[in-house]
C-alpha cells in the first residue's frame, strides 16, 4: 500500500477534503427549498381534498353545506379523540415523538428525528439505556427546575435540566419543548445488563454544560437578562468544583452523589449563573482541596469582546468601546449556589 | 467570525443568510467530509440551511445561532451520508470483493469512530471551538478536548502503519 508521509494530522485532513473554491454560495436555493418545505404540507392537503372529490361528494348547494358541517363535526371529533388519547398516553408515560411534520433541527433533536422529514434514520446513541434518575431538584429565579441523569445507549451518562413542576423522562427522547433541555453527554465505562461493557467510572473526571435558566428562546425578550445555569458530572472523588467566569467571577459549589437509578461511583455539580456570565474555567477538587482535573476555555478576544457585551446587555447599560474585563474574588457557595460578585 | 461570537446577533432569517454567506466553504468542506462527497456536501449545506430557516422557531438558549445552525448542517451532512451508504450497500453485488483493510487516506479516517471524525472535522475544517463543538455533537466541552485528543493520536497511528 503506498501512502504519501503525512507529517501531521492537519496536513492529512487538507488532502482529505480540499476546499473547495469553485463552487458558489447560492441562497436563492436556500430559500427555494425553505419553501418547498413550507409547502409540504398544504401540498399534501391538496392532494387529501382530491381524494375527498373523486370519492364523489355530489357538488349541490345543500349537500355541499350538510357535507362541510359532517366534515367539520368529524374534524372536531378526531381532534378531541386525538387529544384524549395524548392526555391519556402523557399520563401512562409513554408519549414518544409526535412532531408530524415540525421537525425540529439543532442540538433539541434527537438525531432520528429525521425520519418524519425524509431522512434516514441514524443510530439514537442519546437515548436512556435505563432508568432516569433526578440528580437534584430546586427553584433558580422563581422557576422550579429538575436535574436528571442516565446511562445512555451509547455507553455515556448524560443529563439535562429541565425547567418543569416534575420530570418528564420522555423529554430526553424528544424533541424538546420549552422549559426543557437536550441532555449533554460524557463517555463513561459501565455494566449494563444490555451492553457488554467494563463497570468503571468516567472517563472524563469533570465535564459540563451550560444554559438560560428557563431553557427559553433565545431571541425571546425575557431570555435576554435571564441568569444561566452550570450543571455536570464529575469523579466520585471531587468534593468541591470551582467555576471561573470569563470576567474573573468565581462560584464554588459542592458536589452531589449520582442518583441510585445511574449506580455509578460519580457524582454531578451545577450551580446557578449570573446573566451573562460565560464560564471559563471549572476545577474539580478533592475533600483537601487538591485539583483533581480540570478544564479550561480560552476565549479569543471577539468572543471576550461578545461576553462582555451580553453582561452588559443584562445589567441594563451600553458597553463602551474600550471597556476591558476585571477579576474579582472568590466566593463559597451550597450546590446550586449563585455568586453575584462582579457580575451585574 | 464576529457572527460567531456575537449573542446579540439577532435570530432573524438575514441573520441566518449571513452566516450562510459568511461560511459557506466551511460549512461545505464539513459537509462533504461527513457526507463523503462534494454533491453530498452542497446538498446537505443547502438542505440544512432551508431547515434551519424553516424551524427557526425552535432555536433555544442552549447554543449560539450558528452552533444551531452548525448542527443543523452536520445533521443534513449525516443524513446525506446514511443514504449513500444504503444506495451503496444496494449497489453492491454478491460476487463483489469488498476489502476490510483501510485502503486509504479517507478509509483512515472513516475507520474512525464517527464522534471523533466529527470533532476533527469541526476542528480543522470549521475552526469552531470546544463550546461549539460540544453544543454541536450533544457533548461537554471536556469531553471534546478527550475525542479529539484520541481522534488525533488514532489518526496519526493509522498514518504510520501504512506509510512506506
Given at each position: 500500500?503506498?501512502?504519501r508521509?503525512?507529517?501531521s494530522?492537519?496536513?492529512?485532513?487538507?488532502?482529505?477534503?480540499?476546499?473547495?473554491?469553485?463552487?458558489?454560495?447560492?441562497?436563492?436555493?436556500?430559500?427555494?427549498?425553505?419553501?418547498?418545505?413550507?409547502?409540504?404540507?398544504?401540498?399534501?392537503?391538496?392532494?387529501?381534498?382530491?381524494?375527498?372529490?373523486?370519492?364523489?361528494?355530489?357538488?349541490?348547494?345543500?349537500?355541499?353545506?350538510?357535507?362541510?358541517?359532517?366534515?367539520?363535526?368529524?374534524?372536531?371529533?378526531?381532534?378531541a379523540?386525538?387529544?384524549?388519547?395524548?392526555?391519556?398516553?402523557?399520563?401512562?408515560?409513554?408519549?414518544?415523538?409526535?412532531?408530524?411534520?415540525?421537525?425540529?433541527?439543532?442540538?433539541?433533536m434527537?438525531?432520528?428525528?429525521?425520519?418524519?422529514?425524509?431522512?434516514?434514520?441514524?443510530?439514537?446513541a442519546?437515548?436512556?439505556?435505563?432508568?432516569?434518575?433526578?440528580?437534584?431538584?430546586?427553584?433558580?429565579?422563581?422557576?422550579d427546575?429538575?436535574?436528571?441523569?442516565?446511562?445512555?445507549?451509547?455507553?455515556?451518562?448524560?443529563?439535562?435540566?429541565?425547567?418543569?413542576?416534575?420530570l418528564?423522562v420522555?423529554?430526553?427522547?424528544?424533541?424538546?419543548?420549552p422549559?426543557?433541555s437536550?441532555?449533554?453527554?460524557?463517555?463513561?465505562?459501565?455494566?449494563?445488563?444490555?451492553?457488554?461493557?467494563?463497570?468503571?467510572?468516567?472517563?472524563?473526571?469533570?465535564d459540563?454544560?451550560?444554559?438560560?435558566?428557563?431553557?427559553?428562546?433565545?431571541?425571546?425578550?425575557?431570555?435576554?437578562?435571564?441568569?444561566?445555569?452550570?450543571?455536570?458530572?464529575?469523579?466520585?472523588e471531587?468534593?468541591?468544583?470551582?467555576?471561573?467566569?470569563?470576567?474573573?467571577?468565581?462560584?464554588?459549589?459542592?458536589?452531589?452523589?449520582?442518583?441510585?437509578?445511574?449506580?455509578?461511583?460519580?457524582?454531578?455539580?451545577?450551580?446557578?449563573?449570573?446573566?451573562?456570565?460565560?464560564?471559563?474555567?471549572?476545577?474539580?477538587?478533592?475533600?483537601?482541596?487538591?485539583?483533581?482535573?480540570?478544564?479550561?476555555?480560552?476565549?479569543?478576544?471577539?468572543?471576550?469582546?461578545?461576553?462582555?457585551?451580553?453582561?452588559?446587555r443584562?445589567?441594563?447599560?451600553?458597553?463602551?468601546?474600550?471597556?476591558?474585563?476585571?477579576?474579582?474574588?472568590?466566593?463559597?457557595?451550597?450546590?446550586?449556589?449563585?455568586?453575584?460578585s462582579?457580575?451585574? | 467570525?464576529?457572527?460567531?461570537?456575537?449573542?446579540?446577533?439577532?435570530?432573524?432569517?438575514?441573520?441566518?443568510?449571513?452566516?450562510?454567506?459568511?461560511?459557506f466553504?466551511?460549512?461545505?468542506?464539513?459537509?462533504?467530509?461527513?457526507?463523503?462527497?462534494?454533491?453530498?456536501?452542497?446538498?446537505?449545506?443547502?438542505?440544512?440551511?432551508?431547515?434551519?430557516?424553516?424551524?427557526?422557531?425552535?432555536?433555544?438558549?442552549?447554543?449560539?445561532?450558528?452552533?444551531?445552525?452548525w448542527?443543523?448542517?452536520?445533521?443534513?451532512?449525516?443524513?446525506?451520508r446514511?443514504?449513500?451508504?444504503?444506495?451503496?450497500?444496494?449497489e453492491?453485488?454478491d460476487s463483489?470483493?469488498?476489502?476490510?483493510?483501510?485502503?486509504?487516506?479517507?478509509?483512515?479516517?472513516?475507520?474512525?469512530?464517527?464522534?471523533?471524525?466529527?470533532?476533527?472535522?469541526?476542528?480543522?475544517?470549521?475552526?469552531?471551538?470546544?463550546?461549539?463543538?460540544?453544543?454541536?455533537?450533544?457533548?461537554?466541552?471536556?469531553?471534546?478536548?478527550?475525542?479529539?485528543n484520541?481522534?488525533?493520536?488514532?489518526?496519526?497511528?493509522?498514518?504510520?502503519?501504512?506509510?512506506?
Amino acid at each position: 500500500m503506498k501512502h504519501r508521509d503525512y507529517s501531521s494530522v492537519r496536513e492529512a485532513l487538507s488532502s482529505h477534503v480540499p476546499e473547495r473554491r469553485e463552487i458558489d454560495p447560492d441562497w436563492e436555493d436556500v430559500l427555494a427549498r425553505e419553501r418547498l418545505l413550507t409547502l409540504e404540507r398544504p401540498e399534501r392537503e391538496k392532494r387529501r381534498l382530491g381524494f375527498l372529490r373523486a370519492t364523489g361528494t355530489p357538488h349541490t348547494g345543500t349537500r355541499r353545506r350538510v357535507s362541510r358541517r359532517t366534515l367539520i363535526i368529524a374534524f372536531v371529533s378526531l381532534i378531541a379523540l386525538i387529544g384524549s388519547a395524548l392526555a391519556i398516553g402523557a399520563k401512562l408515560g409513554v408519549l414518544y415523538p409526535w412532531d408530524g411534520d415540525q421537525t425540529i433541527y439543532g442540538p433539541q433533536m434527537p438525531e432520528g428525528g429525521y425520519e418524519s422529514s425524509g431522512f434516514s434514520q441514524v443510530p439514537q446513541a442519546n437515548d436512556p439505556a435505563g432508568d432516569v434518575g433526578v440528580v437534584a431538584t430546586g427553584n433558580w429565579s422563581g422557576r422550579d427546575w429538575v436535574l436528571a441523569a442516565y446511562v445512555s445507549r451509547g455507553g455515556d451518562v448524560c443529563d439535562g435540566i429541565q425547567f418543569e413542576k416534575s420530570l418528564d423522562v420522555n423529554a430526553f427522547v424528544r424533541p424538546a419543548a420549552p422549559g426543557l433541555s437536550p441532555p449533554a453527554c460524557t463517555p463513561v465505562r459501565v455494566l449494563h445488563p444490555d451492553l457488554a461493557w467494563s463497570t468503571e467510572a468516567l472517563l472524563t473526571p469533570i465535564d459540563y454544560h451550560q444554559g438560560i435558566v428557563g431553557n427559553l428562546p433565545i431571541y425571546e425578550d425575557e431570555a435576554q437578562t435571564q441568569p444561566g445555569y452550570i450543571v455536570g458530572p464529575v469523579v466520585d472523588e471531587a468534593r468541591v468544583v470551582r467555576i471561573e467566569l470569563y470576567d474573573g467571577t468565581v462560584i464554588e459549589t459542592n458536589t452531589v452523589p449520582a442518583p441510585a437509578a445511574l449506580d455509578l461511583p460519580m457524582r454531578f455539580f451545577y450551580s446557578a449563573l449570573p446573566c451573562g456570565g460565560f464560564v471559563v474555567h471549572v476545577e474539580a477538587r478533592d475533600k483537601k482541596g487538591s485539583i483533581i482535573d480540570q478544564v479550561s476555555m480560552p476565549l479569543s478576544p471577539d468572543e471576550l469582546r461578545g461576553y462582555q457585551e451580553t453582561q452588559a446587555r443584562c445589567a441594563g447599560i451600553t458597553l463602551p468601546p474600550d471597556t476591558t474585563s476585571t477579576a474579582t474574588a472568590p466566593q463559597s457557595q451550597a450546590p446550586g449556589g449563585f455568586s453575584s460578585s462582579g457580575a451585574p | 467570525m464576529a457572527t460567531e461570537n456575537d449573542p446579540d446577533a439577532g435570530t432573524t432569517a438575514e441573520e441566518i443568510e449571513r452566516l450562510y454567506r459568511d461560511g459557506f466553504r466551511r460549512y461545505l468542506r464539513v459537509a462533504e467530509a461527513i457526507a463523503g462527497s462534494p454533491e453530498s456536501g452542497l446538498d446537505a449545506v443547502q438542505e440544512g440551511f432551508a431547515r434551519a430557516l424553516r424551524n427557526l422557531d425552535s432555536f433555544r438558549g442552549e447554543a449560539r445561532l450558528s452552533t444551531w445552525v452548525w448542527t443543523c448542517v452536520v445533521n443534513a451532512a449525516k443524513g446525506a451520508r446514511s443514504r449513500g451508504e444504503l444506495a451503496l450497500v444496494e449497489e453492491i453485488s454478491d460476487s463483489r470483493i469488498v476489502e476490510d483493510r483501510p485502503s486509504g487516506l479517507s478509509d483512515l479516517i472513516a475507520s474512525l469512530p464517527e464522534r471523533q471524525r466529527t470533532a476533527l472535522f469541526l476542528r480543522y475544517y470549521a475552526d469552531l471551538d470546544y463550546q461549539a463543538i460540544a453544543a454541536v455533537l450533544g457533548i461537554r466541552v471536556g469531553t471534546v478536548g478527550a475525542t479529539l485528543n484520541k481522534a488525533q493520536a488514532s489518526l496519526r497511528r493509522k498514518l504510520k502503519e501504512v506509510s512506506p
